[in-house]
């Protein structure tokens, strides 16, 4: 079956750090790829997303490489903010919706 | 667009009643919609998945009568949680299937946290 693997948090950064949570994936077929991100006591939002091989998705400067060959979609973010503080989960989309554990990121002034 | 909402946001009652949550699809029309529950810092876990017009598919493990889903209209599916008691507590999902395009991404409701006392 379909599977999300996404490395362990919690994920403690100061502001301005450079980020990366890595996320790999198996799946059958040709999933799409999101990355989904939820405060603090809300549900989740798309943060962005991937539909093919070597895509790049990208939002309020996080962005990620749909990577077929080593079947990863890795987020990163040049400089974090106070503000990025949320888990971020990795999920492939075929007919349904697999979820990765979530990566809890904590961004200190 | 592609927005989904959920009522209520948060409930608290007593143990061995009912509670119904409510999931809609806003601004487009979901011939299928998800229902996940979300235990303190964990992941998502799917329920059912739950299509308008038939009866809903459970996940291994989830109690079809304790956990009943409706799909009556292609923007309404609703989530009676029946004989409700502590361990029931938790954060629920919904998520509707996007249109057209979008056909392969699911649009998250913002939750509802069930309090049973």
């Known amino acids: 079956g379909n599977s999300v693997t996404q490395m362990e948090g919690p994920v403690t950064l100061s502001e301005e750090a450079f980020l990366t949570i890595n996320c790999t994936y198996t799946a059958t077929g040709y999933p799409s790829l999101f990355w989904y991100v939820q405060y603090p006591g809300e549900g989740l939002q798309l943060l962005l997303k991937?539909?093919?091989?070597?895509d790049k998705g990208s939002n309020k400067g996080f962005e990620a490489t749909y990577r077929k060959e080593t079947t990863s979609f890795h987020l990163e973010k040049g400089s974090v903010q106070v503000s990025d503080s949320a888990v971020y989960f990795c999920a492939l989309a075929y007919q349904k919706v697999t979820f990765g554990t979530g990566t809890k990121l904590q961004v200190i002034p | 667009g592609a927005v989904v909402s959920q009522h209520p946001s948060w409930v608290i009652c007593k143990s061995g009643t009912s509670v119904k949550i409510e999931c809609r699809s806003l601004?487009?029309?979901?011939?299928?919609m998800f229902w996940y529950r979300q235990f303190p810092k964990q992941s998502l876990m799917l329920m059912a998945t739950s299509n308008e017009g038939s009866k809903a598919t459970y996940e291994q493990g989830v109690e079809k009568d304790k956990f009943l889903i409706n799909h009556a209209s292609l923007t309404l599916s609703t989530l009676t949680v029946t004989s409700a008691h502590p361990e029931d507590s938790s954060f629920y999902i919904c998520?509707?299937?996007?249109?057209?395009?979008?056909?392969?991404?699911?649009?998250f409701g913002p939750g509802t946290r069930l309090t049973v006392l």
């Open positions: 991937a539909t093919k091989a070597d």
């Open positions: 601004d487009f029309q979901a011939t299928t």
């Open positions: 998520s509707a299937r996007g249109p057209g395009p979008t056909y392969n991404e699911q649009f």
